[in-house]
């Protein structure tokens, strides 16, 4: 446990961790299990421990916290070794020591696969500071973080190597990262928080299913024009040496852990330049409507469904329940 | 969640969970793995929620805090069928409801194996209200709550069946019942820490397994007079039957969850009392003196080993890892 991490008085080693914080505590668990949401190779175990606590803090970026805290669950399967296990390790203390996260507390029991549950503390001044995902009010603006896409192809050309050959080896590589090692945007959630979002979600399920989330919460519509959906980079390249539309991956793979967030549209221009300080873009990609669920638009007319593309979960790992 | 939870301000459905607390939060991980920790049968789906909470919520016991949340990440495999899950919830959700503890968020995943992994919170007034492992002084009283080797012996019976017709059916179903559905100490480990305890564990390795770590943490040896060790009624007959010995389901067997405290000797009546005021007893057992590790004695000599009964463990599912 780091000595500098704000508030913690009690660290692993005891019973149960103590820590004092300001404001209110957020909370969010989440769990990657091996043969589920992952297989070693193409993941190391540093990577591993990157992306299970990249995952869990990325729902505290959506509530615009600060992350104070990770409590770290391994489940051991007999044949891992030590190393494997330091690995991981190092690469989940590595991930928390950038972002300033002491890791407070945890468990090591044997389990059949290799299993990482991660509950991760962060705080917002007060309740009414926490962006949540029922807020969206017809006008404001539908926008996201950085690019989308970027994991689903990662995961084309972590499986299918020969893909990968249409590709920069750079652009490649930055692909196969977003899979294996994807960032928590906790400063820019912090910043849109800041900047009046009326809701918000990390990016885990795909957009078009996330953002169904958020109109289910909001009682709202999220229309979102496809074309102005920003497509990661290299994502067309591999996608066409695959097969696939690349706007498939960029409104269904998932796992890219941008941050989905709705505005008033007077915000917009601030939220843009705030969220840029943080070193990452923010885009307008539609507007809330009165209504229901996800409206995809093409060049102004209605067009695919937003969630459900059979083909691409085909091609990932078997999901996560339900 | 439940609506007057203290200090809940958004629960399950959220990306987190936000709560307000007074004082200092206490945290703490644990989990159990079906094959490792359980098995079903003979534990029921209700059995492993009511166990995976109560472990945990043991944790908090300890260290004299008092539970508010917990967070629950279910791993299921494929041919675990719904009803199965719910009653797991159920089962979970009774225990929580008991002891006014919120379920404020969760998670549900495939898993090779039926996992539960709690997180639990609770609160102290304040991070020195916390009952550390490291506090005991040499003069301090050594003591337990409760009796010990039920959850052992309760493991045999389940075990083999047959053992069992030694008992009165009723004495048998109790000591099933310290291995299925153990009951966290938490009214008793708040009397205790305001009744000044120095130091503070629960039994879940087993007596002198546990009573090693406070002795390690606090610099300091546990002397333990064996005999006056309070053994868990059936558990004599049951080993009898079973041709081991009570003592060691007593002092090795493990799983039992009591508290195991060390105090001033000034302060035993008063926390005698108030641990009787919460239904259960308080029995003084030994000693803190000068030195290290326990000592183990029976009828004023040094006697056996504290831990490491082999005999036992090869009674028992592949134990956690260290």
Redesign the interface.
């Known amino acids: 446990v780091p000595a500098d991490s704000a508030g913690l008085?009690?660290g692993s080693?005891?019973?149960?961790?103590?820590?004092?914080?300001e404001g209110?505590?957020?909370?969010?668990?989440?769990?990657l299990?091996e043969?589920?949401?992952f297989r070693m190779p193409p993941f190391s175990p540093a990577d591993v421990g990157h992306k299970a606590l990249a995952v869990a803090l990325s729902?505290?970026a959506?509530?615009g916290?600060s992350p104070e805290?990770a409590?770290?669950?391994l489940?051991?399967p007999e044949e891992v070794d030590d190393d494997t296990l330091l690995e991981l390790a190092d690469g989940l203390g590595r991930l928390a020591a950038e972002h300033g996260v002491a890791v407070?507390?945890?468990?090591?029991?044997?389990?059949?696969?290799l299993?990482c549950?991660m509950?991760v503390?962060?705080s917002?001044s007060d309740?009414a500071a926490?962006v949540?995902?029922?807020g969206a009010q017809p006008g404001d603006v539908v926008a996201v973080t950085g690019a989308l896409g970027g994991a689903a192809a990662g995961l084309l050309a972590l499986d299918r190597p020969e893909l990968a050959a249409a590709l920069e080896p750079a652009a490649a590589e930055r692909l196969r990262l977003r899979q294996l090692r994807p960032f928590p945007r906790l400063a820019a959630g912090r910043a849109l928080a800041e900047a009046g979002a009326t809701s918000?979600?990390?990016i885990s399920d795909g957009l078009g299913a996330d953002a169904g989330h958020v109109a289910a919460?909001s009682g709202a519509a999220l229309g979102i024009e496809v074309e102005r959906v920003p497509v990661e980079p290299g994502v067309s390249e591999l996608a066409g040496a695959a097969g696939v539309d690349p706007l498939d991956l960029a409104l269904a793979g998932g796992e890219d852990y941008e941050l989905l967030v709705t505005l008033p549209e007077q915000g917009l221009e601030a939220a843009v330049a705030a969220v840029a300080a943080t070193g990452t873009s923010l885009s307008a990609i539609g507007e809330v409507t009165p209504g229901e669920g996800v409206l995809l638009s093409e060049g102004g007319a209605a067009t695919r469904q937003p969630s459900g593309f059979d083909q691409l979960r085909s091609l990932r790992a078997?999901?996560?329940?339900?």
């Open positions: 008085v009690i080693g005891d019973d149960a961790a103590v820590s004092l914080r209110a505590a957020v909370t969010s668990v989440d769990a299990v043969g589920v949401h729902d505290l959506a509530m916290a805290e409590y770290v669950q489940g051991v407070a507390g945890g468990d090591v029991t044997r389990a059949p696969a299993l549950a509950t503390v962060g917002v309740p926490a949540r995902r029922g918000m979600i990390d919460a078997p999901g996560a329940l339900p």
